[in-house]
Nanobody
């Protein structure tokens, strides 16, 4: 099994910054894609940012220029640096990891989510 655990959520004022971390662990052979998604009670889960093992990045339109995704392949960890936060960024943020695990099967694992609240 592969476990994915997020950390770093919390309460921040509008215009502030926050960094989320996510670590994958378990019987991992390789991780191809890692990413961050978010969901509110009113919206379906949406893609925030993804990054491949080679470092190619993709961002949702609403966070471009404000959020930065990065990855440490040696630690199976992905980060999301969030700047210029807005109240509409308030959501539960989920981490996702896709890759291969022993015994050479594909995995697609989600974390439990971490709450980010942007409010004054």
């Amino acid at each position: 099994q592969v476990q994915v655990v997020e950390s770093g959520g919390g309460l921040v004022q509008p215009g502030g910054s926050l960094t989320l971390s996510c670590a994958a662990s378990g019987s991992i052979i390789s991780i191809n894609d890692m990413g961050w998604y978010r969901q509110t009670p009113r919206k379906e889960r949406e893609m925030v940012a993804t990054i491949t093992s080679g470092g190619a990045k993709n961002y949702g339109d609403s966070v471009k220029g404000r959020f930065t995704i990065s990855r440490d392949n040696a630690k199976n960890t992905v980060y999301l640096q969030m700047n210029s936060l807005k109240p509409e960024d308030t959501a539960v943020y989920y981490c996702n990891a896709v890759g291969k695990r022993f015994p050479y099967t594909r995995f697609n694992s989600w974390g439990q989510g971490t709450q980010v609240t942007v409010s004054s």
